[in-house]
């Protein structure tokens, strides 16, 4: 079995960040949250996303999410778990999931051949997963595997997700870079338009704590006056996504190449629908990025 290339594993994990993702911002997890009793966007991401670990506090969602200030996590774990369970949140979550696809791409989706094709290849992709040191993974690994395809596709590209994410966050901090920085650096080699707004909307740092991380990049040489990155600060980006590449490298060798090409083929369109529906709204995290941001 021939293994594939860094890019091309890279371009398969874009496509399935896409699956998952796009499940955040579906007016059906809104409704099967509130149903529960949450209607507040902090508390259901962190619910949505974090339930899978169990009736953790905020010290482990912080430690796995990475980005988020600790302050804003306390401010909704544990107290999450009082008004749902972790239970009933990775349930709402799955009826979420199930009602969008089948808005989104029709019933014909849900039965397709090329779904059931795509579920089963990326399943065998997560089975060489690495659970030590991706708390998000290993929590996701360890759940049932959906028995409908569509489900068993999206729970596959949340556990090819999170592997690459919990890598991508342990190469940030070997560069040196904490929570703050990883963002301020993430927006400056892309879209600064996202940095007053969504950062500063949902992750809880604020002005000053950004602009002191600017501060800081800019003495390590990192980034220019102007906010953008500079040759060194480019090359440190591009250094941590060939290291996450590497941590993140087990499971498509694990499926070789031929099946990465045709998993990124069938994951692809699936993903490129789901964009023509704009299912992803602005501010959406770049998929090419391990963890969203950072």
């Known amino acids: 079995m021939t293994s594939p290339s860094a890019s091309a594993a890279r371009r398969c994990h874009a496509a399935l960040e896409r699956l998952h993702v796009f499940s955040y911002f579906t007016p059906e997890s809104t409704r099967e949250f509130a149903a529960l009793g949450i209607e507040h966007a902090h508390t259901r ?10 009736r953790v506090g905020a010290g482990a969602v912080t430690a796995a999410f990475h980005i988020f200030k600790h302050e804003l996590v306390a401010r909704h774990v544990p107290a999450v778990w009082e008004t749902a369970a972790p239970e009933e949140a990775l349930a ?3 009826r979420a999931c199930d009602t969008a696809l089948r808005r989104i791409l029709g019933e014909e989706f849900v039965t397709a051949p090329g779904t059931a094709e795509a579920a089963e290849l990326a399943l065998r992709a997560a089975e060489a997963g690495e659970r030590p040191s991706r708390p998000l993974f290993a929590a996701q690994a360890d ?4 028995d409908r395809p569509h489900l068993a596709l999206w729970h596959a590209a949340t556990m090819l997700r999170e592997h690459r994410g ?3 966050l342990a190469v940030l901090t070997g560069a040196g870079l904490d929570p703050v920085e990883a ?5 400056a080699d892309g879209d600064r338009r996202s940095l007053p707004g969504r950062l500063l909307r949902t992750r809880g740092w604020s002005p000053e704590e950004l602009e002191e991380a600017e501060r800081r990049l800019r003495d390590r040489g990192l980034l220019a006056a102007d906010g953008t990155l500079t040759g060194a600060g480019r090359a440190l980006r591009r250094d941590i996504e060939e290291a996450t590449d590497r941590l993140d490298a087990a499971p498509y060798a694990h499926l070789g190449a031929a099946g990465v ?7 692809g369109a699936v993903a490129g629908r789901l ?3 704009g299912a992803f709204p602005m501010g959406a995290p770049r998929a090419a990025d391990g963890s969203g941001e950072g």
Do not use: I, K, Q, W
């Open 45 to 54: 991401y962190f619910a949505e996303r974090g339930a899978a670990m169990g």
């Open 92 to 94: 709402a979550r799955l």
């Open 143 to 146: 759940l049932p595997v959906p």
């Open 166 to 168: 919990g890598g991508h």
């Open 183 to 187: 963002l301020v650096s993430h927006v």
């Open 261 to 267: 090409e045709r998993l990124t083929e069938l994951a």
């Open 275 to 277: 964009a023509d529906a």
